[in-house]
């Protein structure tokens, strides 16, 4: 995946309609819930914006969830979700019987030990027991990611790290802008904001 | 996923084809994992050297794919091969038909992998020499593709040229995405912050030329003056840490990981302990404008994004211990 600016356009203009969409600027909503809704859209914005991939539905996923997001989720992305919702690679989990299992590993590691020396037996176990666990913290890390294999996964990290990266980069130029135009235009809300003297960008 | 898989079949097909340059088909066979139905790729010149060997390998290829299929549970290239054992044995009688290119087929199966069909197949071609034991044919291929994921990411996640080995890489990996996951909540907690945005049109159409801004190479013009402010922070953390930290200093270069030096003030120290405690939920924390002389508080309660920069591993700890000991809580600056 590349990063297009079409791709990060796509998903700031997905962005700030989900802004409107959960009424933002409404001056109503407690921070929590404004910060939550603006997390909110950009989560949906981005995962609309990048298509179907595997962590994209895992996270509409997540963010479907919470009941009262969905109706907001489904006005913002429209036909969209119906796509997204679909799972759209087979996450099955592969029924194996416990016995033909146990043999399978037992005859794989009697042949691994075979053929390798005896202190290299200790250093491979303990590398993959390490990589093991980093694998499964990758899995809670990326949405969607327990029902993926090793190779997979690493793929939608490399995706999920990308998009995450626009969306750091879209959201903070919308602060940029959202505070320059503040400045511009100075209104009382109820935290006394003193912008910063000079011309921004 | 462009930049994944046209690396990835183009690193492969070269590869193979430099084999196939290097050694001419008398001293090397191929074993192939499976075959897809119909499309007999074994090719001619290789049938002539060895058909015994390949007979006989494809048919232990096709008993143990099973069993590797139920052993090897992240194997997804062992799944499909199992689900279509029945075609290999099509493949010995299909053997006559003409060779395709392997290269291309090469293409079109790492394409073809990456959207997980069931014909997903791995055509291995092994060198002399080599073990042609499925297992360890598997276990190559296996980890060919895992260092071939290994090196984009290596590419995309910023400071991993220099760490090899698989749990380091993944610990960064780790890491850049933790860090980014939380500069996200940094900055939606910022936007939420910031006072109501009234005029979505223009702040829309704002944003977006903002956007194309940046994009273009005149990066410098836009940061403006917060390229001022940036040199602070680097001068007020290296007096602030004691132990030398490269990779700290790589990561504050980049501008992105940065804080912009529009919207926090002169006093990045206070900022970085209080992004520390914040995991602490404390109550408020003070943010200086320019000016040093207002300030407006945010209410941190409920707030659970801890520092959001990017630190490598092994310096966390010190940074933080460091810094958490080191002041007795968010101070004011004047």
């Known amino acids: 995946m590349q990063l297009t600016s079409s791709f990060k356009l796509v998903f700031l203009k997905q962005m700030l309609l989900g802004f409107q969409l959960s009424a933002v600027s409404s001056n109503n909503m407690s921070f929590h819930e404004r910060k939550n809704a603006i997390k909110f859209s950009a989560d949906a914005a981005i995962a609309f914006a990048r298509g179907r991939t595997r962590w994209s539905q895992g996270l509409i996923r997540n963010l479907s969830k919470n009941e009262k997001n969905k109706d907001v989720l489904k006005g913002l992305l429209g036909r969209e ?14 029924p194996r019987s416990k016995k033909i299992l146990r043999r399978c590993l037992r005859m794989s590691s009697t042949r691994k030990m075979a053929g390798r020396a005896q202190h290299d037996v200790g250093k491979s176990i303990l590398a993959k027991t390490l990589a093991k666990k980093r694998i499964q913290v990758l899995k809670k890390l990326v949405p969607g990611g327990e029902s993926m294999d090793g190779f997979s996964l690493l793929d939608e990290t490399l995706d999920y790290a990308m998009s995450l990266k626009a969306q750091v980069d879209g959201m903070r130029c919308v602060l940029r802008t959202s505070e320059a135009l503040n400045f511009k235009a100075p209104t009382d809300s109820t935290m006394q904001v003193k912008q910063p003297s000079f011309v921004g960008e | ?61 096709s008993d143990s794919s099973l069993r590797k299929r139920k052993a090897e549970t992240s194997l997804k290239s062992k799944q499909d091969l199992g689900k279509v054992e029945s075609n290999c044995k099509r493949v010995k009688q299909e053997r006559g038909g003409g060779a395709k290119p392997e290269s291309k087929q090469q293409n079109s199966r790492k394409e073809a992998s990456g959207d997980s069909s069931k014909t997903d197949y791995i055509h291995v071609r092994v060198r002399r020499g080599q073990a042609t034991d499925s297992h360890s044919l598997a276990e190559r291929v296996r980890r ?61 159409r704002e ?14 013009s836009s940061m403006g003056i917060s390229s001022e402010l940036m040199d602070q922070p680097f001068l007020h953390f290296d007096s602030l840490q004691p132990h030398p930290c490269s990779g700290l200093n790589m990561y504050m270069d980049s501008p992105d990981l940065v804080p912009d030096g529009s919207s926090f003030g002169s006093s990045p120290n206070s900022l970085y302990r209080v992004e520390f405690q914040l995991g602490r939920g404390t109550a408020s924390f003070p943010f200086q404008s320019l000016q040093g002389k207002y300030s407006y508080p945010i209410c941190a309660s409920g707030m659970d994004c801890d520092a959001w920069f990017y630190v490598p591993n092994k310096q966390n700890n010190k940074i933080e211990q460091f810094l958490l000991h080191g002041s007795s809580g968010p101070q004011i600056r004047n």
């Open chain 2, 207 to 220: 944003a977006m030329t903002q956007l194309v801004q940046r994009n273009l190479p005149s990066r410098s």
């Open chain 2, 144 to 204: 060919e593709r895992i260092s071939q994921r290994m090196k984009c990411l290596q590419e995309l996640v910023p400071g991993c040229s220099k760490i090899t080995g698989k749990a380091g890489m993944l610990d960064e990996i780790i890491n850049y995405v933790q860090s980014l996951q939380r500069q996200v909540e940094f900055l939606s907690m910022k936007l939420a912050a910031v006072s109501p945005m009234e005029d979505i049109d223009l702040l829309s």
């Open chain 1, 81 to 94: 979700y119906d796509n997204l919702s679909k799972p759209c690679c087979n996450s099955w989990k592969i």
């Open chain 2, 1 to 61: 996923m462009q930049c994944l898989q046209s690396p990835v079949s183009r690193r492969f097909s070269s590869k193979w084809q430099q084999q196939g340059q290097e050694q001419p088909s008398r001293h090397s066979y191929s074993a192939d994992l499976c075959v897809q139905g119909g499309l007999p790729d074994i090719p001619q010149r290789s049938l002539a050297a060895a058909p015994n060997f390949e007979e006989t390998s494809v048919a232990v290829l």
